[in-house]
């Protein structure tokens, strides 16, 4: 007599924590918390005189071109954010956060790899009843 295994015990699905790449790319999010810098911003005189503390809070939906491969090239690289971002505040007076966030996030499309880019920023010391008041945007690359 022949013992046989019921249907379900020889049949096994194998599950990968990394399947093969699809035909379409799976986005990933970059992000950056609670960045804390000086900024030259605001429309009032007291404002055009000295600078304010800002958080800025970015995410960023990023497709790879392909295998990352764990080489830091086939990456959004958030260094070059950090760079980018400190260029972007630092460079003179802006009026409006509105526009500081617009300007972040073009400067994070340069990227091909970026698809959406949500960029808040918070003035810091504007009310003191309040934690901080401001803008946050969300975009998507034109044509997407």
Do not use: W
Request: glycine residues 6%; charged residues 30%.
């Amino acid at each position: 007599m022949a013992i046989t295994k019921p249907k379900s015990a020889t049949t096994k699905k194998v599950v990968s924590a990394f399947p093969a790449r699809q035909a379409e790319a799976v986005p990933m999010r970059l992000f950056i918390r609670d960045l804390v810098l000086s900024a030259r911003i605001g429309v009032h005189q007291h404002e055009r005189v000295a600078n304010q503390r800002i958080r800025l809070n970015l995410e960023l939906e990023v497709e790879a071109d392909g295998p990352i491969n764990d080489e830091l090239e086939n990456t959004v690289c958030y260094g070059e954010l950090m760079t980018g971002i400190r260029h972007v505040v630092g460079n003179g007076h802006v009026n409006l956060v509105e526009t500081l966030c617009e300007r972040i996030a073009e400067m994070c499309f340069a990227d091909r790899r970026v698809l959406n880019a949500k960029v808040r920023i918070e003035k810091l010391d504007v009310f003191p009843e309040a934690l901080s008041v401001g803008i946050e945007v969300e975009r998507r690359r034109p044509g997407r």
